[in-house]
C-alpha cells in the first residue's frame, strides 16, 4: 500500500502537480504525508543525477534504491525485491562523470540538475554553485511575517504559542517569526484572524527594501497572491496606497481574500491593463504618480528550490533564453507608474546574472535609469548583509543567509539629461 501510494504520488508530480497535490492524488494525509513528501523531495533532488547514470528507471520505488545505491545508504525501499541496476556500475558511472575537468559537468552531476541550469548558476556563482544546490535542495523551514499593522512580533509569539506553536525570532527582517520543528503548520486561530502570512526571510526584505511611503502611492505590478503586497500594506498600517496588478484572475482572487483578513484596507487589486489600451478610471489617477514600483518579475525560481523542488525539472534552455526578455519587457511597462523621482525595485527569487544583472543593465542603457548602490537604500540593520555597499546589487542565498535566494536592485531615473540609446 506505502509503495502504491508513492508510485501514485510520482506519477502526479510528473504531470505537473506539487508535493501537496501529488499527496492528495495517492490518498495520503497525516503522518503519512511528511513521509511521502520527504521521498517525492529525494526523487526530485535526485532526478537528474539519476538519469545520467541509470535513465529509464520507471518506478518510483527503483529511483529511490538507486540513489540509495549511488549514496551507499542502506536501501530505504525495494523490500527485497531484486532492483533493474547493478550498484556497482552505477556508482562506477557517477564516479567517470565526476573525475571530468569541465567544473560544469561535474556541477550538473553532483547538484543534479541540468547542464542547461548548471552552466547559469557556475557563470553567476562560480565555485559556490555546488554550495548553493546543496542548500537549496535541503527542505526549507517555515517562517511567518507577522501583520505589524495589527500586532507584534513579540505579541504574536504568545499568541501562538498558546495555540501550540512554538516559534524564534527572525534575524534579519523584523516582521519574521520562524516556525520551531518540522511538519506542516496547524491551523491557528491566529492565522484564521490575519495576523499572520507564510512568507520567507528574504520575501520580506524585498517589502522591506521598498520602503513604501505614506503620501505617494505604490505599485506592485507583479503582485500574484499577494504576499509582498500585504507585507507592503501592513508597514504602511492605515496609511497610504498600494495597488497590486497582476494578469493571473485566479490569484487575485486569492490575494483579495488573504487581504481581507489582513484588513488590509488601504490595498487596491486589480488586474493588468493590456498593452495599448485606456487605463480604468481607477488606474488613471496612478500613472507616472508612484513614488515605488516594485516589479517582483516572473522568473526560473531557482532560489526556491527548497520549497519547490518540482520547479528544477521544468527549468530548461529554452526557458532560460526567453525569461530575460519577458522581464525586460515587464520592468519597461512598469516605468508607466513611476513618478520622475520614484524608484523601481527589481527583485527576483533567482541568483542567476541573465535574469538580475542583465536585465537591469539593458534598462538603464535603454530607458535612461540608473542603479543605486546599496548604501542609497538598504537600510542601516541591513548592512551586515552587503560588506560592500558601493555594490548595486543585494544577492541572498540560502548557503550564505539561510533564506530563499533573492536578488534586488533599486533603480531611478538619470537626472544628468542622458537620452536613452534604445533602438
Given at each position: 500500500m506505502i509503495d502504491d501510494a508513492l508510485e501514485s504520488a510520482w506519477r502526479a508530480v510528473q504531470d505537473g502537480a506539487t508535493l501537496s497535490e501529488a499527496c492528495v492524488a495517492a490518498g495520503v494525509e497525516g503522518s503519512g504525508r511528511e513521509r511521502l513528501i520527504g521521498e517525492l523531495r529525494r526523487l526530485l533532488a535526485g532526478e537528474a543525477r539519476l538519469e545520467r547514470v541509470q535513465?529509464?528507471?520507471?518506478?518510483?520505488?527503483?529511483?529511490?534504491?538507486a540513489l540509495d545505491a549511488l549514496d551507499e545508504r542502506a536501501p530505504q525501499s525495494g523490500g527485497g525485491r531484486r532492483l533493474p541496476f547493478d550498484a556497482a556500475a552505477l556508482r562506477a558511472r557517477e564516479a567517470e562523470l565526476l573525475?571530468?575537468?569541465?567544473?560544469?559537468l561535474r556541477l550538473a552531476q553532483r547538484g543534479s540538475v541540468s547542464d542547461a541550469v548548471a552552466a547559469a548558476l557556475h557563470r553567476t556563482l562560480g565555485d559556490e554553485a555546488q554550495a548553493f544546490l546543496d542548500a537549496s535542495w535541503r527542505r526549507a523551514g517555515l517562517c511567518l511575517r507577522v501583520n505589524v499593522a495589527r500586532t507584534t512580533r513579540e505579541e504574536l509569539a504568545e499568541r501562538l504559542k498558546s495555540e501550540g506553536v512554538a516559534t524564534r525570532p527572525g534575524t534579519m527582517s523584523p516582521w519574521a517569526l520562524h516556525v520551531v520543528g518540522d511538519g506542516p503548520l496547524p491551523r491557528t486561530r491566529a492565522q484564521e484572524e490575519g495576523l499572520f502570512e507564510v512568507q520567507d526571510e528574504a520575501s520580506q526584505l524585498?517589502?522591506?527594501?521598498?520602503?513604501?511611503?505614506?503620501?505617494?502611492?505604490?505599485?506592485?505590478?507583479?503582485?500574484?497572491?499577494?504576499?509582498?503586497?500585504?507585507?507592503l500594506c501592513a508597514r504602511l498600517g492605515k496609511k497610504g496606497r498600494v495597488v497590486a496588478l497582476d494578469v493571473n484572475r485566479p490569484r487575485l482572487r486569492e490575494l483579495r481574500a488573504r487581504?481581507?483578513?489582513?484588513?488590509?484596507?488601504?490595498?487596491?487589486?486589480?488586474?493588468?491593463?493590456?498593452?495599448?489600451?485606456?487605463?480604468?478610471?481607477?488606474?488613471?489617477?496612478?500613472?507616472?504618480?508612484?513614488?515605488?514600483?516594485?516589479?517582483?518579475?516572473?522568473?526560473?525560481?531557482?532560489?526556491?528550490?527548497?520549497?519547490?523542488?518540482?520547479?528544477?525539472?521544468?527549468?530548461?534552455?529554452?526557458?532560460?533564453?526567453?525569461?530575460?526578455?519577458?522581464?525586460?519587457?515587464?520592468?519597461?511597462?512598469?516605468?508607466?507608474w513611476l513618478r520622475p523621482d520614484g524608484r523601481l525595485i527589481y527583485a527576483t527569487c533567482t541568483p542567476l546574472r541573465e535574469e538580475n544583472e542583465a536585465v537591469v543593465e539593458?534598462?538603464?542603457?535603454?530607458?535612461?535609469?540608473?542603479?543605486?548602490?546599496?548604501?542609497?537604500?538598504?537600510?542601516?540593520?541591513?548592512?551586515?548583509?552587503?560588506?560592500?555597499?558601493?555594490?548595486?546589487?543585494?544577492?541572498?542565498?540560502?548557503?550564505?543567509?539561510?533564506?530563499?535566494?533573492?536578488?534586488?536592485h533599486v533603480l531611478r531615473r538619470r537626472s544628468d539629461g542622458t537620452e536613452t540609446r534604445r533602438g
Amino acid at each position: 500500500m506505502i509503495d502504491d501510494a508513492l508510485e501514485s504520488a510520482w506519477r502526479a508530480v510528473q504531470d505537473g502537480a506539487t508535493l501537496s497535490e501529488a499527496c492528495v492524488a495517492a490518498g495520503v494525509e497525516g503522518s503519512g504525508r511528511e513521509r511521502l513528501i520527504g521521498e517525492l523531495r529525494r526523487l526530485l533532488a535526485g532526478e537528474a543525477r539519476l538519469e545520467r547514470v541509470q535513465p529509464g528507471l520507471a518506478s518510483a520505488s527503483a529511483r529511490l534504491a538507486a540513489l540509495d545505491a549511488l549514496d551507499e545508504r542502506a536501501p530505504q525501499s525495494g523490500g527485497g525485491r531484486r532492483l533493474p541496476f547493478d550498484a556497482a556500475a552505477l556508482r562506477a558511472r557517477e564516479a567517470e562523470l565526476l573525475s571530468r575537468a569541465d567544473p560544469v559537468l561535474r556541477l550538473a552531476q553532483r547538484g543534479s540538475v541540468s547542464d542547461a541550469v548548471a552552466a547559469a548558476l557556475h557563470r553567476t556563482l562560480g565555485d559556490e554553485a555546488q554550495a548553493f544546490l546543496d542548500a537549496s535542495w535541503r527542505r526549507a523551514g517555515l517562517c511567518l511575517r507577522v501583520n505589524v499593522a495589527r500586532t507584534t512580533r513579540e505579541e504574536l509569539a504568545e499568541r501562538l504559542k498558546s495555540e501550540g506553536v512554538a516559534t524564534r525570532p527572525g534575524t534579519m527582517s523584523p516582521w519574521a517569526l520562524h516556525v520551531v520543528g518540522d511538519g506542516p503548520l496547524p491551523r491557528t486561530r491566529a492565522q484564521e484572524e490575519g495576523l499572520f502570512e507564510v512568507q520567507d526571510e528574504a520575501s520580506q526584505l524585498v517589502a522591506f527594501v521598498v520602503d513604501p511611503l505614506a503620501k505617494a502611492p505604490t505599485v506592485d505590478v507583479c503582485a500574484g497572491a499577494g504576499g509582498k503586497t500585504l507585507a507592503l500594506c501592513a508597514r504602511l498600517g492605515k496609511k497610504g496606497r498600494v495597488v497590486a496588478l497582476d494578469v493571473n484572475r485566479p490569484r487575485l482572487r486569492e490575494l483579495r481574500a488573504r487581504a481581507a483578513r489582513a484588513q488590509a484596507f488601504n490595498l487596491l487589486v486589480h488586474e493588468t491593463p493590456r498593452a495599448g489600451s485606456e487605463l480604468p478610471a481607477p488606474l488613471r489617477p496612478l500613472a507616472g504618480h508612484a513614488a515605488r514600483v516594485l516589479v517582483d518579475a516572473p522568473c526560473s525560481g531557482l532560489g526556491v528550490l527548497g520549497r519547490k523542488p518540482d520547479l528544477a525539472r521544468r527549468v530548461d534552455l529554452g526557458v532560460l533564453r526567453r525569461l530575460p526578455e519577458q522581464q525586460l519587457e515587464i520592468a519597461r511597462g512598469a516605468l508607466a507608474w513611476l513618478r520622475p523621482d520614484g524608484r523601481l525595485i527589481y527583485a527576483t527569487c533567482t541568483p542567476l546574472r541573465e535574469e538580475n544583472e542583465a536585465v537591469v543593465e539593458r534598462l538603464c542603457a535603454e530607458e535612461g535609469l540608473e542603479a543605486l548602490p546599496m548604501s542609497a537604500w538598504l537600510p542601516a540593520e541591513l548592512f551586515a548583509l552587503a560588506p560592500d555597499r558601493s555594490s548595486t546589487v543585494l544577492r541572498l542565498l540560502p548557503h550564505v543567509h539561510g533564506t530563499d535566494a533573492f536578488t534586488i536592485h533599486v533603480l531611478r531615473r538619470r537626472s544628468d539629461g542622458t537620452e536613452t540609446r534604445r533602438g
